[in-house]
């Protein structure tokens, strides 16, 4: 399994922007699908977006214009670009490292902790 370390996590006001950064602990995050995924209290863990290569992208559809991932290799790091926030958005937020791209948590092994992104209307 590959340690995951989210950071960038914080409150905004609806319309604003915020960035979440994870840190994979090893090269090999160079070659896996990395995705973001959200629960919010009392709800099911929600698919944000997901990457394997720069030209493998998907993202949920409450997200979609919105959100934007990317990954930099050689810093093993995968970003996601949050802007035009709304309250909605509210949860917890967390990186996943999996063998192929996917929209199913079952298909990530590792994750991390989880970074809190609080959104006030």
């Known amino acids: 399994q590959v340690q995951l370390v989210e950071s960038g996590g914080g409150s905004v006001q609806a319309g604003g922007s915020l960035r979440l950064s994870c840190a994979g602990s090893?090269?090999?995050?160079?070659?896996?699908?990395m995705a973001w995924f959200r629960q919010a209290p009392g709800k099911e863990r929600e698919f944000v977006a997901a990457?394997?290569?720069?030209?493998?992208?998907i993202y949920g559809d409450s997200v979609q214009g919105r959100f934007t991932i990317s990954k930099n290799n050689a810093e093993k790091t995968v970003t996601l670009q949050m802007n035009s926030l709304k309250p909605e958005d509210t949860a917890v937020y967390y990186c996943?490292?999996?063998?192929?791209?996917?929209?199913?948590?079952?298909?990530?092994?590792?994750w991390g902790q989880g970074t809190q992104v609080t959104v006030s209307s």
């Open positions: 996943a490292a999996g063998a192929r791209i996917s929209t199913y948590a079952s298909d990530y092994n590792s």
């Open positions: 990457i394997i290569w720069s030209s493998n992208i």
């Open positions: 090893e090269p090999t995050v160079a070659s896996r699908a």
